[in-house]
T-cell receptor, first 113, second 112 residues
Framework: EAGVTQSPTHLIKTRGQQATLRCSPI?????VYWYQQALGLGLQFLLW?????ERNRGNFPPRFSGRQFPNYSSELNVNALELEDSALYLC???WGPGVYEQYFGPGTRLTVT | RKEVEQDPGPFNVPEGATVAFNCTYS??????FFWYRQDCRKEPKLLMS???SGNEDGRFTAQLNRASQYISLLIRDSKLSDSATYLC?????????????FGKGTKLSVKP
């Protein structure tokens, strides 16, 4: 069974640009979660989508946004990039909301210069 | 107080040793609990869920103490391949918030 996939693997942008990151969940999973892991910091929750709707968001500014498509894949958009947005962005999926285990993709490493 | 706290380590142990990691969580509404492992510059991988009765998976044993808001992971007969960062993770409110709360991790290094 294929795991969670993310693209691109690496992304280099300059300050002020926009970045788009993509995620495909495990087949059958309806919930997709986005996390940020900055160097030396723990994973911080960004966004949660389930059945096409945003269910919850973490303590991040509105320039972090996303969506979930009818096939349950998801996109994370980061506008007006700042240097401190440089991090590993991880996508996870689960069978549904609630207590289900989350499985992570390999991540997209975003570098803002 | 941080939501999930772990000893950052590093724990440096010889092959074959038994090592235990502890974790405390602050929110008594936490509903489900997990241990993940993360290798350097890789994604976290689910190691095991933690159940109230405690559970074992091969060399790994997880315990939960809800009264003390404390979770533990015991690794027996450590292997070189166990070297990684171990993340204590909780999920709040039965999932109404959806997201997992991660500790910063405990680094384990198993030496020959």
């Amino acid at each position: 069974e294929a795991g969670v996939t993310q693209s691109p693997t690496h992304l280099i942008k300059t300050r002020g640009q926009q970045a788009t990151l993509r995620c495909s969940p495990i087949s059958g999973h309806t919930s997709v979660y986005w996390y940020q892991q900055a160097l030396g910091l723990g994973l911080q929750f960004l966004l949660w989508y389930d059945e096409g709707e945003e269910r919850n968001r973490g303590n991040f500014p509105p320039r972090f946004s996303g969506r979930q498509f009818p096939n349950y894949s998801s996109e994370l958009n980061v506008n007006a990039l700042e240097l401190e947005d440089s991090a590993l962005y991880l996508c996870a999926s689960s069978w549904g909301p609630g207590v289900y285990e989350q499985y992570f993709g390999p991540g997209t490493r975003l570098t803002v210069t | 107080r941080k939501e999930v706290e772990q000893d950052p380590g590093p724990f440096n142990v010889p092959e074959g040793a038994t090592v235990a990691f502890n974790c405390t969580y602050s929110n008594s509404a936490s509903q489900s609990f997990f241990w993940y492992r993360q290798d350097c510059r890789k994604e976290p991988k689910l190691l095991m869920s933690v159940y109230s009765s405690g559970n074992e998976d091969g060399r790994f044993t997880a315990q939960l103490n809800r009264a003390s808001q404390y979770i533990s992971l015991l690794i027996r007969d450590s292997k070189l391949s166990d070297s990684a960062t171990y993340l204590c993770v909780v999920n709040l409110d039965g999932g109404s918030q959806g997201n997992l709360i991660f500790g910063k991790g405990t680094k384990l290094s198993v030496k020959p």
